[in-house]
């Protein structure tokens, strides 16, 4: 099995910076696409950022050009570096990962929560 494990999410006035990290860890053979989601009160589940096997990334527009994703595929790790952060920008954020293991599928994290208020 494969776990998921976030960190980096806290307090942080607007106009600041988190930097997310999401490190997999497991009997992990390969993995594929990594991305982002986040889910605000209230609100569904969105996607925030995707990046493939070959580091080729998608932002929603609502991030493009603050957020930052990317890999360590060395460490089984994904992250998010969040610039210019806003209040619509608070919400639980969640890491995912396809991963090819014992059993192949879509893994999720626990869910970080990032809270951007002055």
């Known amino acids: 099995q494969v776990q998921l494990v976030e960190s980096g999410g806290g307090l942080v006035q607007p106009g600041g910076s988190l930097r997310l990290s999401c490190a997999a860890s497991g009997t992990i053979v390969r993995i594929n696409d990594m991305g982002w989601y986040r889910q605000a009160p209230g609100k569904q589940r969105e996607l925030v950022a995707t990046?493939?096997?070959?580091?080729?990334?998608n932002y929603a527009n609502s991030v493009k050009g603050r957020f930052t994703i990317a890999r360590d595929n060395a460490k089984n790790t994904v992250y998010l570096q969040m610039n210019s952060l806003k209040p619509e920008d608070t919400a639980v954020y969640y890491c995912n990962a396809f991963v090819l293991s014992s059993v192949t599928g879509i893994y999720w994290g626990q869910g970080t929560q990032v809270t951007v208020s002055s």
């Open positions: 990046i493939t096997s070959g580091r080729s990334t």
